[in-house]
């Protein structure tokens, strides 16, 4: 029979484009559906190792990606919200909730691609309810999926006919690491485990690939995932490293020690689709979720092993920081007011710190525009509003305690603090936008303008650490230090508006970059007023207008 090698390649690479998209949409979709929570899933259940991987395992289900999972993980980690060691549960997870994938492939509804992306579409256009236009979006890709596979499925039909891949499946039968180079390379090359598997359990479908040919591509493809997790890691902490280092070994070990017990694995999944009737495409989805489900219980006793071996390979002390309040008792609330007023006072306190650092990687965006600094400070935005609300709770509490004159104008001042903390968080999180903005329509802000974004954002800096270190002791020559300078910040932000007005008369400043910066100017002078706040608070007093 001849070959039509173009419309080969068109069906198969075109399929492969319309299921990636499918995976997209349908990840997307879900992802859209469950909005923060996906954070709070791995912020709230990674407290132990078993929790940890369930939490990997849900989320990956809800994303439709491990690769987006072992990321999302890294992301956390570099950001302080996860330890390294709670991330390798998260990773395992990762690699169990992928297959289900493979399984929903496995159930053969092709027939009905195009009325389901018909169904998708519809939704997505015409529903006016945000929830229902996430709903469309994941039906719309979980039909494209199955579209694209069809579509794949008859690109590759004809290679039965090349001697050319007759030849490669023989050579993949006789030796099986031929397998695991090719599955590696492919997942690697398409940055989709789920891709390769699909491709697989079409091959096997159609009679073009027998199982222990299939096999070793299959274990090939969970090397393969790895990549993105080590290019998401470059730059990173060395705690987010670390994660990404454990992705690696922990799934190249999972390949080889399943290399080793080929044949007897082979028998196993040959004798499950005997008894449980499976049809070729599903007993690739049993072979991928039983080798990811016993690589986590082979190497879930062995995670403190594992954290040793990678710390040992990545040396170095890694700053920790962590997110969750930890001076919170609720027993000091009635045993002892005072003291949990001190308590509430230190989570404001490092609550402080935190915003002093999302203003600092905010200015390391501006300069050198590496995302890390960007995904850093929405980070850190994220953990002060749930500590705004955690330290806010705690404090409501505790205003129904028998509280001292003086202790109820400390509880009054912590209150009013802690808004102005997370609201400092709003504002920096309106900066790492308009960055953003600023790169994807490749606006250029002049040396000169950035030159007084750098000297307000230092300045914005030190007051915060001023109001910081005057709410932390009480001390009014802070406070009144933060007046001056909320006083020299005001008048330098109207100085660089006279400037950059000046600059777009010369013509030596575009409109779209003078409006990207005077809104950071802006942020900037409001998060002064907000440290300004502050040091009122420990004033005890309103700053007339006139003084600063």
Do not use: W
Not at 85 to 108: H, L, Y
Not at 124 to 143: S, T
Not at 244 to 256: D, E, M, Y
Not at 492 to 516: T, Y
């Amino acid at each position: 029979m001849e070959v039509n090698v173009q419309q080969m390649l068109f069906e198969f690479f075109g399929g492969l484009g319309i299921f990636l998209l499918g995976i997209k949409y349908m990840g997307e979709g879900l992802q859209n559906s469950a909005g923060d929570r996906l954070k709070d899933i791995l912020d709230k259940f990674t407290s132990n190792p078993l929790m940890g991987v369930l939490a990997g395992i849900v989320v990956t289900i809800l994303i439709q990606s491990s690769s987006g999972t072992t990321v999302l993980a890294i992301g956390l980690v570099n950001a302080g919200f996860m330890t390294f060691r709670q991330s390798i549960g998260v990773i395992m997870g990762a690699n169990v909730g992928t297959t289900v994938t493979s399984f929903i492939i496995g159930v053969d509804i092709g027939a009905y691609a195009l009325p389901i992306i018909s169904i998708g579409a519809l939704i997505m256009y015409f529903a006016k309810n945000n929830k229902l236009q996430n709903y469309g979006h994941a039906i719309f890709g979980f039909g494209a999926l199955f579209y694209g596979l069809e579509l794949m499925g008859d690109g590759l039909k004809p290679l039965r006919y090349l001697q050319a891949f007759q030849d490669l499946m023989v050579q993949m039968s006789e030796v099986p690491i031929l397998g695991v180079v090719i599955g590696t390379v492919f997942t690697f090359v398409v940055q989709s485990s789920s891709a390769t598997i699909g491709i697989l359990q079409n091959l096997i479908q159609d009679g073009m690939i027998k199982l222990d040919a299939a096999l070793p591509v299959l274990f090939g493809n969970n090397i393969g995932t790895t990549i993105t997790a080590v290019i998401a890691s470059i730059g990173a902490s060395i705690a987010a490293r670390r994660a990404a280092l454990t992705h690696v070994i922990f799934n190249v070990l999972g390949a080889i020690l399943i290399m080793l017990v080929l044949s007897p694995y082979q028998l196993l999944v040959e004798y499950l689709t005997s008894m449980l009737d499976l049809n070729a495409k599903m007993s690739i989805a049993f072979a991928h979720g039983i080798f990811n489900i016993a690589a986590v219980a082979v190497f879930f006793p062995l995670i403190g092993v594992l954290a040793n071996l990678v710390t040992r390979i990545i040396p170095g002390e890694d700053s920790v920081i962590e997110f969750k309040p930890t001076h919170l008792d609720p027993i000091f609330i009635q045993q002892a007011p005072s003291v949990a007023l001190e308590q509430a006072k230190e989570e404001i306190i490092k609550m402080g710190e935190y915003a002093y650092k999302g203003l600092e990687e905010s200015a390391n965006f501006l300069n050198n525009h590496e995302q890390k600094h960007a995904d850093n400070a929405l980070q850190i935005e994220n953990a002060l509003n749930k500590l705004d609300s955690q330290i806010t709770d705690y404090l409501i509490d505790l205003a129904s305690a028998p509280l001292s004159d003086a202790d109820s104008e400390k509880h009054t001042a912590l209150i009013d603090s802690v808004r102005d903390i997370e609201r400092i968080g709003d504002h920096f999180e309106n900066i790492i936008e308009l960055i953003e903005y600023k790169i994807k329509n490749k606006i250029i802000i002049t040396d000169d303008a950035r030159a007084d974004l750098n000297e307000m954002f230092d300045k914005t800096k030190d007051i915060v650490q001023e109001a910081i270190e005057a709410i932390s002791d009480m001390n009014r020559e802070k406070a009144l230090d933060v007046v001056k300078l909320e006083n020299q910040i005001d008048r330098m932000e109207k100085n660089f508006r006279k400037k950059h007005i000046i600059r777009l008369n010369e013509g030596s400043c575009s409109g779209p970059s003078g409006i990207v910066y005077v809104d950071i100017l802006s942020n900037l002078e409001r998060i002064g007023d907000h440290a300004l706040n502050i040091a009122e608070d420990v004033l005890g007093e309103k700053i007339p207008e006139t003084v600063h």
